[in-house]
């Protein structure tokens, strides 16, 4: 399985969908389904049942997982979208901006 251009921590820009045009912080990656969790992004109403921690129960907003197609990490240094490329740095291979050549961290 090839590596994925996003990592936990990533401010991210979406592309498509319901919440297009919005930045958000991942939360978390799903690695196996290429998908990623976006913090206060995509949320969807998921219904509860009551349980010790909520005993009322009822309906909850959650995030829900976006295709990581449709998320671009946001450049630190413009503050835009970009596309992210791979290159050898003293012997580790970094992640860097396509649009201004440096480096993500």
Do not use: F, W
Not at 56 to 80: C, M, R, T, Y
Not at 82 to 93: A, P, V
């Amino acid at each position: 399985m090839s590596k994925l251009h996003i990592k936990k921590g990533d401010i991210v820009y979406v592309n498509t969908g319901t919440d297009k045009g919005k930045t958000g912080r991942v939360v978390k990656v799903i690695i196996d389904k290429q998908r990623a969790i976006v913090e206060g992004l995509n949320m969807v109403s998921k219904h509860t049942k009551p349980n010790a921690k909520n005993p009322q129960g009822g309906i909850e907003k959650v995030e829900a997982p976006i295709h990581i197609s449709n998320l671009n990490v946001v450049d630190p240094e413009s503050g835009k979208p970009t596309r992210i490329g791979r290159k050898e740095l003293n012997g580790k291979l970094v992640r860097y901006s396509k649009k201004t050549g440096k480096e993500i961290k």
